[in-house]
């Protein structure tokens, strides 16, 4: 029972999250928290933080914005027109990629390689303006800032 209880607590956090950025201009986790709240749906940070993450919600400058639908599986070719649009620079240390955007832009890139799950990446993490990328190996992240590199025209 208590998991069926948790299946249907997230389904309904997940729908008010939903319902709440489609509505309202939300800029910040504390806001969105506040406004579950007075929904009565409690949820800590870290647990708001996945739910984003799960349901494809992107930060911008202008806050929260809910996933464009998509009919097509995600491609790297959305990957590439993203990284066209809002990589700045790209460099490797070590088995680490730091992808650098515009402030409010690193999410949106994020989503897209989270989507996009190319071979040699293991996972994103993103903050305003700086994304890094988890590489398979030393080799793997040389490659991946080539490429980040190349489809973006950066020299």
């Given amino acids: 029972m208590p998991y069926k209880y948790a299946m249907l607590s997230r389904t309904r956090r997940h729908q008010q999250i939903l319902d709440l950025i489609d509505e309202y201009q939300i800029p910040n986790q504390q806001q969105l928290q506040e406004l579950l709240a007075g929904n009565g749906i409690e949820v800590t940070q870290a647990t708001l933080s996945r739910d984003l993450r799960t349901l494809g919600v992107v930060k911008g400058p202008n806050g929260y914005a809910l996933p464009?639908?998509?009919?097509?599986?995600?491609?790297?070719?959305?990957?590439?027109?993203?990284?066209?649009?809002?990589?700045?620079?790209?460099?490797?240390?070590?088995?680490?990629?730091?992808?650098?955007?515009?402030p409010g832009h690193a999410n949106a890139l994020a989503v897209e390689?989270?989507?996009?799950?190319?071979?040699?990446?293991?996972?994103?993490?993103?903050?305003?303006?700086?994304?890094?990328?988890a590489a398979k190996s030393q080799r793997h992240a040389r490659t991946l800032v080539g490429r980040f590199r190349m489809h973006a025209d950066l020299r």
């Fill in 68 to 102: 464009s639908p998509t009919t097509t599986p995600p491609t790297e070719d959305s990957l590439w027109k993203t990284v066209r649009r809002e990589l700045l620079d790209a460099v490797a240390g070590g088995a680490t990629v730091v992808l650098r955007t515009r």
């Fill in 113 to 133: 390689l989270d989507r996009a799950r190319p071979a040699d990446v293991l996972g994103t993490i993103a903050g305003d303006d700086t994304i890094f990328v």
